[in-house]
């Protein structure tokens, strides 16, 4: 009998890119595939639902998280201490019986790249954000020996393909903190693993034709080949409630609270796994709150004790709930009472906002998240800035009300926003469904067992 196909799939040791990398993974177990796992014991909470589905074809490959080189830029250290699993992998595969032949890994993990070429095996990128934002971000990698302290300076898609493609301020792509040193090592080697991701066999992103066609096209003509696959929203069919991590209220609870309030009527705040506001703007926040007369669900995870005054949540009780740790997000934001998502627009959040239909009200303070806004925001007409001026702003509380309001009210519902969300929504069902993103994952099984 022949052997199924093998895949190592290595993703990078942080929720927001593991999540949708699993997601992917259980596409193609479901296509007979066999996959190895690369995880830390940390991690393997998030891997253990996806493996009582697959216990025989779906195999962990254990490794301690690697000792963080000290290095100021955290990512970047981070990603620096995943190499120092290289030669432990090769280990592995040399002693497997019948080792992968391919590797898909994170978009961070460039250094796979030489892995892949030293094991004789393809490797294919996985990117956990747009296409718009890593081209961008390609280019900025490209052309870094000529950025500056200036933080004002600006980058583009300078493709002839892609008239008035969007511009953006170096501040809005990088920590505003990040000094580049040229020449300094850990830097040129991040720098290095990015711009392999180009080189790789193929690349797939966590997004569909509809939202970002062009961009996909783009980076077919960048790569000089096809393999470029759009294999998402990457997004469970059920009620995805333990997706991530396990909801700190009984995710019932909440939904018995949505059962209760009118169609579109609820405004879903949440600033991903990473992010906290700043005291001063949780205060803008929960000033904006107390004005509105909106229905809300407040993640506030991580946010220090004092920023959510005493007696605030009695205040707004009967209207306004608060989640103070992790929230079932997804199971929130598919519920028909939930009209519009204040989001700092992390791809993920970006994408599930979108798919289940809601309003996106956009806040980004870093990482890929201005692009991303813009994309929501200017070329996609879905969304609506509350706060972007810099990754500390403080939102007026009068203006943020009126935008809270506005965005629930029932005159809104007939604006081309909201029809365009609701549009793209449906779009994002039909892709995984029987659409585009369905044909690019097979496709992709397709060729590899060939
Ligand atoms: N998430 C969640 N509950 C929370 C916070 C986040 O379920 O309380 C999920 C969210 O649904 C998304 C992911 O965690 O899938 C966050 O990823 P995103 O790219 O939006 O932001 P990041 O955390 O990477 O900044």
Known sequence: MRHSTHLLVYPFPSSGHIIPLLDLTDLLLRRGLTVTVVISPTNLPLLDPLHSSHPSSLHKLLFDDPEITPFPDPLIAKVISTQ??????????????????????????????????????????????????????????????????????????????????????????????????????????????????MSSWGIIYNTFEELEGVYIDHMKKQMGHDRVWAVGPLLPDDHGTGRGGSSVVPPNDLLMWLDNKPDDSVVYICFGSQTTLSEKQMGGLIGALELSNINFILCAKGSKSGSIPSGFEDWVSGRGLIVKGWAPQLAILRHRAVGSFVSHCGWNSTLEGVAAGVMMLTWPMGADQYVDAKLLVDELGVGKRVCEDAPDSVPDSVELARLLDESVSGRYKAEQRVVKVKKLSQAASKAVKDGTSMRDVDTFVQLLSQ
């Not at 296409?131 to 900025?140: E, F, P, R």
């Not at 002839?160 to 300094?184: A, D, R, T």
């Open 84 to 197: 120092k699993l290289f030669d432990p992998i090769v280990k592995w595969f040399r002693s497997h019986p019948s080792p992968p032949m391919a590797i898909v890994s994170d978009f961070f993990l460039g250094w796979t790249s030489e892995l892949a070429s030293h094991l004789g095996i393809q490797r294919i990128v996985f990117s956990p954000s747009g296409v718009l934002s890593s081209s961008i971000l390609q280019t900025l990698w490209q052309d870094v020996e000529e950025i500056n302290a200036d933080k004002d300076q600006k980058f583009s898609l300078s493709f002839p393909e892609i008239p008035n493609s969007p511009e953006f301020p170096l501040w809005q792509l990088l920590p505003v903190s990040q000094n580049f040193k040229k020449g300094e090592p850990h830097y040129e080697s991040f720098r290095n693993g990015m711009l392999a991701n």
